[in-house]
């Protein structure tokens, strides 16, 4: 059992799949002889080659793009785009194509293929680097998109990623980077469409994931201090999304406060609010309550906390539902 | 095919270009390379008959589109020489990724027209299974196939085999940023991939000069490689010269640009009208060209054309297109539950439960 980082986590599974699947390939920008701009592909070029772990040029679209051409040709490709907002050159290729080529070719061809995408704010960051752009991808049929909040589930949600067939948007909470927990390694897969309990309670429940889920634990333990006891659901998959379990809490607890960093507008809080209104309606004793930035663009480093979810928007919103 | 990719060749320059020697200042196959390529008359003949068949079929189309058995069809009429050539050229265990406009080379590769035809009737987003042809779907998000051309060969450099890979696209295409960020790529890779430009001079309404700056083979030297622009109307020339660029492509020589100068007879597409942006005076010079006249003219030439070839040809494309018709009109149009099956190669249970709900919906009857 060792201490260690989110980050060391990711380079954990990248450097395992590496080693078990000669198919694996990690490429990206700054991904070789640097180790990626956050370290996650840390001293992988020394150890597997030039050949399997290499830097491209400056493009983010044909990084996106030449998984499409190696995933046909058999590979397994895991690429980096360095940040959020960066990946948006690469959007066309990954809705047109790296999503629809399963469809497009009857199923001949597997995109087994994974994107990492650092991502979400509360680092100080400049314009671009801060952005939570998953409500993109999870409107994209075709894809699967996870996200891990911890380093346990950093490693077994990418080992899983990068052994499944099709293609998987990685995003990975740029804020937790830096977060540590006790870890034997290597460790099993985690299921790409399972929500955790990571902690229960009877009172209410908070749907987190990623960069939220510690503001979510924050807020229950503060609240269980007032005598409240919230259960905090991680989705870890934000496509598919694990109805079956956030239903069968929310059976439980009768109230939902859904928390992101992304915008509340269309976010991902707006389909599990609008899921859990019509299949737990008589069961609610709240309207679905929603914590996320608002419809602005990603506001500067020293104002983004004003933004951004934490504790006591949590509780506020948990109040809503309990004086309702 | 040893270099590895880490120790990317230097292309400061490139020694002087045989493949450019190959062609005068109009890009025609010069006598000198002819003899040289010692193309024989059989393959000169069989490259004129997939021209003539396939011109055969796209007139059948456009008669299967008038008559309302598909939804759109896009003419080839121009771009037989360029397709036909450029496909022939390519070894059976190279790849092809093919641009919307690319049915001849989905013919040469062994596609069956009639199940080619199903993409244009609305029954599926791909017609066939790129392993069995070595032939990528047709892409229509204009240039994006040209980057996965170049991960395909990059690829194939990794397993360190002896494949090259054709890309087709049109002279618009060479706009988007994809097929700079591809070429670009397949430049810092040295990757095995000729790509082959089917310059027709119109982007649907938009002609070449408003479209490109300079010259399409001129870009190639911006990423390291050499470009050529040839007679794309001549199917000797195109294929001698894509059979060289493959080779080239093969022996780890890396990347190579074929601009074929040809022109688009008819309609873009049939949405298309081309009376509200040219003339037939602006189409007739081109007509002088044509591919299938050049072919023949050079048979004769050889003395290797006749009557009795002709017409046997002529029957041939005949008895194909009423084969293509014949398989298009009878091919079953898919149960709409298997959309759900094609998404993904291992499907979360959610969405089967929503396959399941969307099939239980459907008009009774229609769910099997």
Known sequence: MTTITMGKALNEALRDALRDDPRVLVYGEDVGRLGGVFRVTDGLRAEFGEERVFDTPLAESTIAAIAVGLAIKGFHPVAEMQFDAFSYPAFNQITSNLAKYHTRTQGACNMQAVIRIPYGGNIGAVEHHSESPETYYVHTAGLKVVTPSTPADAYGLLRAAIADPDPVIFLEPKARYWSRQDLDLPAPPLPLDRAQIVRPGTDGTIIAYGPTVQVALAAAEAAEAEGASLEVVDLR????????????????????????????????????????????????????????????????ARVEKLFLPDADRVLEAVDRTRQY | MVDT???????????????????????????????????????????????????????????????????????????????????????????????????????????????????????????????????????????????????????????????????????????????????????????????????????????????VAGRVADRAAGYGFPGLRIDGSDVLTVYTVVRAAADRARHGEGPYLVEALTYRFQAHTTSDDPTRYRTDADVEPWRAKDSIARATARLRDRGAFSDDFERAVAAEAEETALAMRATLLSAATPHPGQAFDLVFANPPASLLREQAEFVAELEPGSAE
């Open chain 1, 237 to 300: 998959s934000l496509s598919p999304l694990d109805l079956d379990t956030l239903s069968a809490s929310v059976r439980k607890t009768k109230r939902a406060v859904v928390v992101h960093e992304a915008p509340v507008f269309m976010g991902i809080g707006a389909e599990i609010a609008a899921r859990l209104m019509h299949d737990l309606f008589d069961v609610l004793a709240a309207p679905v309550e929603r914590v996320g930035s608002a419809t602005v663009p990603y506001p500067p």
């Open chain 2, 5 to 211: 990719l880490g120790a990317r060749a230097a292309h400061d320059s490139h020694p002087a270009d045989p493949i450019a020697a190959m062609v005068n200042a109009d890009g025609l196959l010069t006598a000198e390379a002819e003899r040289a390529a010692n193309i024989s008359d059989d393959v000169l003949r069989d490259l004129y008959r997939r021209m003539a068949i396939c011109r055969r079929l796209d007139q059948e189309g456009l008669n299967l589109q008038r008559q309302g058995e598909l939804g759109l069809w896009g003419p080839i009429a121009g771009h037989e020489a360029a397709q036909v050539g450029a496909a022939m050229a390519m070894a059976e265990t190279d790849w092809i990724f093919p641009y919307y406009r690319d049915f001849a080379m989905t013919i040469c590769r062994g596609v069956d027209p009639g199940i080619a035809m199903t993409w244009f009737r609305g029954l599926t987003h791909g017609a066939w299974n790129p392993y069995e042809h070595r032939l990528g779907p047709l892409i229509i998000s204009v240039g994006t196939q040209v980057p996965h051309a170049v991960g395909f060969a990059i690829g194939c450099k990794l397993d360190h085999e002896p494949t090259a890979v054709l890309v087709g696209f049109g002279e618009g295409s060479t706009s988007t940023g994809d097929w700079h960020e591809a070429m670009n790529f397949a430049g810092v890779f040295k990757a095995p991939v000729v790509f082959l430009c089917e310059n027709n001079q119109w982007a649907i309404s938009v002609p070449m000069r408003e479209q």
